[in-house]
């Protein structure tokens, strides 16, 4: 049976807009092509910008009730239709329908978070009184929206991770430009619908797709753009921060997360928890467990486990409820893990459990042995690939946690508390999670890196804070103030 091409358009100033080039959006497990989707030239998108600054400078002031009003209701919008948003997720990306059903639903969290967060956007006073001289000053500041944000999204979370920058955008009054991901950019516009369909103000809302080579440098050059608020890869990052020029720029970048396991640890928790951070997604996570250390003791009864949990994992099409590993985004992909996991063995490194590709699919595997000069070991994965080390210490597992180039979040599973806050101060990391994997986030907490995993913290308060200006007031009373 021949599957309908969706016509798709992208969302601009308030109307649906085509484009005379178009570009395709396949599926990535039977490379089937489900729609055509307009590409953006470098010029349109410098008219959208200009158009999104009219927008705000013309709306002196978008009233906060109305801005909680517009996130509630797109945030209905999407409940209303979860499964078809499940669904675009499932079917445009990598990810099973029991995961896009997870993304949907920390989406709406997300957005409704956003709202909440509309109501607390507040300045505070200040003692002017603390200076010799200013006894008779008083003032506080607010927080002001800062203008146009550029939003650029990945392929993996294509729903959630737009959320995340375009509900701070609109709670803090900003007019967002989405560019999301080439391969996935049918929710992005899925939820431009639903802030559509919620009345977002003409201007404050644009997704324009294309390639991000060909309209990046237009976007985040654009003077109007007041910030970037990037997710993505560590060369594209650099790339946009290089044509940035003097702006604002959020950046989530990449990682190589650890996860420590203690010999006074619950095994049974420990693998669980870690198993499923190294691969959900199909390990296409930027939390996902990369590096697991296990003290030597409980190395081999950990290592068995973990195989044999894995060994259960079900890949398979991305469709069925009873799937649990999707494939890779695109074959290159699958490609790549064979070729560094071929790296690593012919440097030494054993293939406990996977080890093998079918088209875009790479099932789940368990490397032990692996020398650190390999690239699985310190380049960033990104696929469903996990290593297993022994270390004699929490003092060892933390220097070999830290000898990478990023460090997002971190995970120890321990029943010592001494050992867990030593983690929690040696580890080089934006997150630790005390007795769960290195995968496991809120959507309301800060959230991001250090290192070349990123500038800046993501999580709604964050970014909105990140999102607005301070303006202070201070008043010359003809009076002391302080009496
Ligand atoms: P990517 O290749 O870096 O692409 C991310 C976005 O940047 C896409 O929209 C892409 O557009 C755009 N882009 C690429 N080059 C650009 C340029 N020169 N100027 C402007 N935009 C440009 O990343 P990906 O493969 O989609 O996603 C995987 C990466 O994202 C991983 O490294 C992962 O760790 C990271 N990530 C980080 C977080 C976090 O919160 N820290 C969360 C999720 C993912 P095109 O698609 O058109 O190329």
């Given amino acids: 049976m021949q599957t309908k091409v969706l016509s798709a358009k992208m969302y601009v100033l308030g109307e649906w807009i085509g484009q005379e080039e178009t570009f395709d959006v396949f599926d990535p497990q039977n490379n089937e092509i489900i729609a055509r989707v307009p590409k953006a030239s470098k010029e349109y998108v410098t008219h959208v910008i200009d158009q999104a600054a009219e927008a705000f400078y013309s709306i002196s002031s978008w009233p906060t009730h109305e801005r909680i009003q517009v996130l509630k209701k797109a945030a209905d919008y999407i409940e209303e239709y979860h499964e078809r948003y499940a669904y675009t997720i499932a079917r445009e990306g990598s990810k099973t329908i029991t995961e896009a059903r997870g993304e949907v639903s920390r989406t709406i969290q997300t957005i409704r978070i956003s709202a909440e ?222 070729e560094w996991v071929e790296e690593a063995v012919s440097m030494g490194a054993k293939v406990v459990q996977g080890g093998k590709r079918n088209g875009a699919f790479y099932d789940p595997t368990v490397l032990i042995d692996v020398p650190h000069e390999a690239k699985v070991y310190y380049e960033e994965i990104f696929g469903p690939i996990v290593l297993i080390e022994p270390v004699e210490d929490v003092q060892e597992a933390v220097i070999r946690s830290n000898e990478v180039d990023y460090g997002l979040q971190a995970g120890i599973f321990t029943a010592n508390i001494d050992h867990a806050f030593y983690a929690v101060h040696h580890l080089h990391v934006g997150g630790v999670m005390v007795n769960d994997s290195s995968d496991y986030r809120i959507d309301e907490m800060p959230f991001g890196g250090v290192k070349q995993s990123g500038l800046g913290r993501e999580g709604v308060a964050s970014s909105i804070h990140d999102m607005t200006e301070t303006r202070v007031v201070a008043f010359k009373l003809t009076q002391p103030w302080s009496i």
């Fill in 117 to 338: 967060e509309a109501r607390r956007l507040k300045g505070e006073t200040i003692n002017f009184d603390q200076m010799e001289g200013s006894e008779n000053r008083t003032g506080y500041y607010f927080r002001f929206p800062i203008g146009v944000i550029a939003a650029i999204t990945p392929f993996n979370d294509p729903l959630n991770l737009v959320a995340h920058k375009v509900g701070p955008a609109l709670a803090a009054g900003n007019p967002v430009v989405v560019k999301p991901a080439t391969v996935t950019p049918l929710s992005a516009l899925l939820l431009a619908e639903a802030f559509d369909q919620a009345g977002v103000p003409r201007g404050f809302l644009s997704v324009v797709t294309g390639s991000g080579r060909e309209i990046g440098d237009a976007l985040v050059s654009h003077p109007e753009i007041k910030m970037i608020s990037f997710t993505g890869g560590v060369g594209a990052g650099d790339k946009i921060a290089e044509k940035a020029g003097r702006k604002k720029l959020g950046m989530e970048l990449g990682s190589n997360s650890p996860v420590i396991v203690l010999q006074d640890a619950d095994l049974h928790e420990a693998v669980k928890a870690s198993v499923s951070g190294a691969f959900s997604a199909a390990g296409q996570n930027c939390l996902g467990v990369q590096r697991i250390f296990v003290e030597k003791n409980v190395y081999d009864e950990f290592t068995n486990m973990f195989a044999e949990r894995t060994r259960e994992l079900q890949v398979g099409d991305k469709q069925s409820e009873w799937t649990d590993v999707g494939p890779l985004i695109e074959e290159k992909e699958a490609l790549r893990m064979e």
